[in-house]
């Protein structure tokens, strides 16, 4: 092992314990940058509910970045290029994450929950062009597998498979959560899962897009007879995904609460 490989075997452990062990500081000023973005005063006990969420959310990354270091260190001879580990934990995380989703404020046993009155689909948290850029991932990925496979690029291959791989389970993971009951005890609290949710989605796409990124600089550098003026080929098609996917700011607001004016703040769990 060079030096250059022990310094991502160390640098990947204190990312991993930087995430697991968040300070109290960094928790709040998270929490708060979350209620300011979305318009919302939230009550001491439940911020607490939005301190652990953060956590948790870290705790997956700090999970994720121990993967890569493990996977790092035990794969064949260490071939696989950092650039590619680095695409594919960051979706693999951004999934994991998802999963857990909607189960950041729960309803107490005993509490009445209420209901919304329709069903809540991906297009009232995304953007309507959000299938366009997992289209594009996915045609990125599946396109670097197959050059990895004409040039005899193993690594190649190997991070062209799971960026489709994972493009389609973010997907499939964003369609289950958007279809998963919000246990809610009034409307404001609705509010908050529904802010909750559409920030963790959007933090998802801009997960999947970095890996995205990272796959087009890694296929732009894998075949140094690559004609000039080519490399920037992939870079642009990974840039067209994340604008696509990332353009416009949060639809939840004007698609599920239509009847709340811009800028109203609401109070989640007590009175302002």
């Known amino acids: 092992m060079d030096g250059f490989e022990r310094f991502l075997v160390v640098a990947g452990l204190v990312a991993a314990a930087w995430l697991a062990l968040p300070t ?10 979350f209620a300011q973005d979305n318009d919302l005063w939230i009550a001491p006990e439940l911020m607490a509910a939005v301190d652990r969420a953060h956590r948790r959310e ?4 700090a999970v994720a ?3 890569v270091v493990a996977v790092f260190l035990l794969g064949p001879d260490r071939a696989t290029s950092p650039l590619v580990l680095f695409a594919v934990v960051v ?16 309803v107490r046993p005993g509490q009445v ?13 995304l953007p309507p062009t959000a299938p366009a850029a997992f289209a594009v ?34 997907a499939g993971s964003v369609v289950a959560v958007s279809r998963r009951p919000e246990p809610a005890v009034d409307a404001a609290h609705l509010y908050l899962q529904d802010a ?13 897009a970095l890996a995205g990124y990272c796959l087009g600089l890694t296929l732009a550098s894998a075949d140094p007879a690559l004609p000039s003026g080519l490399w920037v080929v992939p870079i642009a098609v990974a840039g067209v995904a994340s604008g696509l996917a990332l353009h416009g700011r949060a639809r939840f607001r004007d698609r599920l609460w239509p009847d709340v004016p811009a800028g109203q703040v609401l109070s989640v769990g007590g009175a302002a």
């Open 65 to 67: 970045a121990l993967a």
């Open 196 to 208: 909750w949710r559409a920030a963790r989605m959007r933090t998802t796409l801009q997960q999947l």
């Open 58 to 61: 870290r705790w997956v990354l």
């Open 113 to 125: 929950s209420v209901a919304r009155p329709r069903a809540v689909r991906v297009g009232d948290y």
């Open 137 to 170: 991932w996915a045609l990125l990925g599946a396109g670097a597998a197959g050059l990895g496979v004409r040039w005899g690029e193993r690594g190649l291959v190997v991070a062209g498979a799971v960026m489709v791989l994972v493009t389609l389970a973010v």
């Open 91 to 106: 979706p693999i995380a951004a999934v994991g994450r998802l999963l857990l989703a909607g189960r950041d404020f729960p």
């Open 24 to 33: 109290r500081r960094s928790l709040t000023r998270a929490g708060h940058r």
